[in-house]
């Protein structure tokens, strides 16, 4: 069997991104065990597999391995691992794919619902199951830390594919389809989110690290009525950029965030304020469409009673043209049935 080039190119860029994306994370100190607390490369593999199919996988299988032999992984655990890693990702694209009828752009309740429920919650059970199983049978953990380790696992995981798969997914096409003219207007927004961002990381006040929810919802509530979901998805990609940072520089207010429990709030509080985002944007998207379709309804109405209304009046003055005939007529009869010199019927 040929293999094509594209192909090829295709699995050694994902293989190039995931191996990237793993090696951020690790950088990161966001880790227990060599568990990422943030699965960025989870969100990676699953947009990558539905987007492209199920014949890139050994993009993501190949990156998961290279990525934790380079962690220093004994061979046997990297091969674990990057099973978890690729049937994780197939069964969540499989899930959206047959499942859902998910739409990339997600446009509609179904599809957010479908990626939350199908592909952040269930389909990364299976990454958590075997990778931290791989972990446990490679001599890195004990059994007593199964439940403990899997729960981190499948935490980071979920957070990671709330935090970036929206952005991956909906920036993938739909970028095309911002208008020119609205262009100074987005930099305004990714702007404003960005130096809001960089203030809370550098400024030195001491709110609580998940206070930043508070100052970017209101740029969430602007992008999602002027810019839908690519508006959304580019602020809360900030956002949650800027969150992963600070918790894993510990700087700012979020300087003693260093449990794993305190990490798990803070980056599931961004999910979720995405995920909400998306819902916003989606009730405003269906809001629009209501209001098109009852724009059309009246359209439709309005030339379906000027019809009725030619209609009529095209009537009337066929009615009075036939009332007028009908006058002429009789009037004309009724002069002949008058002229007694030429009455046919009149004898001497």
Known sequence: MKIKPRYLLTVLILTGLYVVTVMIGLSLALTVHNIITVGAPTALALVALFLYGPKVWPGVFFGALLANLLSNEPAGISLGIAIGSTIEAAFGAIILRRLVHFRPALTNVGSVVGLIVGAAIFSTML???????????GGALPWSAFWTSWLLWWVG?????????????VWHDAWRQLDRKQWKEFAALL?????????????????????????????????AFRFKQLGVTAVSMIASVVTVSGVAGASGPFAGFGTSQQQF??????????????????????????????????????????????ELNEGTEHQLRLEDSNERITKILGQLLNDKPGHPFRHN
């Open 127 to 137: 990454g958590a199951t075997i990778g931290t199983t791989s972990l446990i049978v």
């Open 157 to 169: 995981d979920t957070a990671g594919v709330l935090m970036f798969a929206p952005f991956l997914f």
């Open 191 to 223: 702007f404003s989110t960005l130096a809001i961002g960089v203030v809370f990381l550098f400024w030195q006040f001491k709110p609580q690290g998940n206070d930043l929810e508070y100052l970017i919802f209101p740029l969430i509530i602007w992008a």
């Open 265 to 310: 709030v803070t980056l599931l509080n961004m999910a979720i304020l995405s995920m909400s985002g998306i819902f916003l944007a989606v009730a405003v998207l269906q809001r629009e469409f209501y209001e098109q379709g009852l724009v059309r309804k009246a359209e439709e109405l309005r030339l379906a009673r000027d019809k009725i209304l030619l």
